[in-house]
């Protein structure tokens, strides 16, 4: 239960972004109606306010525990509540880092609130200054590397151990039902339910019905991009390059239940592909732009920590969004949904060959 609780976390940030397209879409019939963009941005000024705190409270949290990390008491005390003690105090040595890395956080998000600081950023990518929406897309992009750096600022270790993991059938109901409302947050995002009709909203996306051209191409992308991993990870290999073994427990941890059956890696391919390539390459790109969209998909796959894997999803990012470029959406899901499906049958042949289930 709580992992779809953790999942229904996101339903707030939709109503959000549907609050900041009507606040846009009064703002330009009528000016003079700025009510519903006050409530916005104070909304997303509480959101980064409350990030601070937190990031105040670990720093302080932390400085306070350094005096007091050698007591064996401590440590007892974590091994009587089921805690690993080395592993606890690890987690509680890096809460400086954590939080000094938040403030910084926090603050850039305070920054995108600003007019002036988005005409700034209106210099680099294609926002307006003056939208509501394009402001609340901004934050959102820096909750993305606060995402991150909650995993990247921790010991890998105890984010190794902690990382959270659900049975097979639990896991394939809990990435549908992510992905979907991903899919609900792109539409609702672009102004469905608020400035545009669904058509409209699906024009924007470019997710047009599959032609057999939009297929073929993703289809031919998704299997060279596949052969792309084998090689970057067989000279990897050859040149004595490891994965780290607690990137390798946590990308276990998050897929491995998905490897198991054939439903689990349709999951995978499918119901990621509808989600993440509506919100980064059909929503996001044409304001962000294929580099950028790019890192933030990959900053998403925290699973991956920094690793040869992370470099593989940056290039498979920069290729989705070739793909949106050159065709459409569509072609750039197909092509998510062939490399995943291809990645996940190749793991789920290994498992039965030499792992025997």
């Known amino acids: ?20 397209n009507v606040a846009d879409k009064r703002r330009m019939a009528t000016p003079a109606k700025r009510k519903t963009g006050v409530l916005v941005y104070a909304c997303l000024a509480s959101l980064w306010v409350v990030v601070l705190a937190a990031a105040v409270f670990l720093l302080l949290m932390g400085a306070a525990y350094t ?23 690890r ?41 509501i929406v394009h402001a609340v897309a901004l934050s959102y992009t820096v909750l993305i590397l606060v995402n991150f750096w909650l995993v990247a600022g921790m010991d890998l ?24 409302l991903m899919v609900v947050m792109a539409l609702v995002g672009i102004g469905w339910l608020s400035r545009r009709d669904l058509r409209n909203v699906l024009h924007r996306l470019e997710a047009t019905w599959p032609q057999w051209r939009d297929v073929g191409a993703g289809v ?31 990308i276990e941890r998050f897929s491995g239940p998905l490897m198991t059956s054939f439903p689990g890696v349709l999951t995978m391919g499918v119901a990621a592909a509808l989600g993440e390539e509506l919100v980064y390459r059909g929503a996001l790109q044409p304001r962000f732009g294929v580099f950028l969209t790019a890192l933030f998909f990959t900053l998403m796959h925290v699973q991956y920590g920094v690793s040869s ?27 998510h949904a062939t490399y995943n499906i291809t990645m996940g049958l190749m793991f789920l042949l290994l498992r039965l060959v030499f792992g025997g289930g």
């Open 1 to 20: 239960m709580r992992y779809f609780l953790s999942i229904l976390f996101l339903l707030p940030f939709i109503f959000l972004l549907w609050l900041a």
């Open 67 to 89: 005096r007091y990390a050698d007591i064996p008491l401590l440590t007892q005390h974590y091994a009587e509540q089921g805690l690993d003690p080395q592993s606890t105090v």
């Open 91 to 131: 987690a509680m040595q890096s809460l400086p880092r954590l939080g000094a890395g938040l403030t910084i956080l926090a603050l850039l998000g305070m920054l995108t609130l600003l007019p002036s600081a988005r005409r700034l950023i209106s210099r680099i990518i294609n926002i307006s200054p003056d939208s």
């Open 157 to 180: 270790g105890v984010v190794a151990e902690t990382f959270p993991t659900a049975p097979s059938g639990q896991m394939i109901v809990m990435i549908w039902f992510q992905n979907i």
């Open 220 to 250: 031919g992308m998704g299997g060279a991009l596949f052969l792309l991993y084998i090689a970057i990870n067989f000279l990897f290999f050859v040149n004595g390059y490891r994965l780290n073994p607690n990137i390798q427990r946590m």
């Open 309 to 335: 894997a992370t470099l593989m999803v940056f290039i498979v990012g920069l290729a989705l969004g070739w793909m949106r470029q050159r065709r459409n959406t569509t072609t750039a899901i197909f092509t």
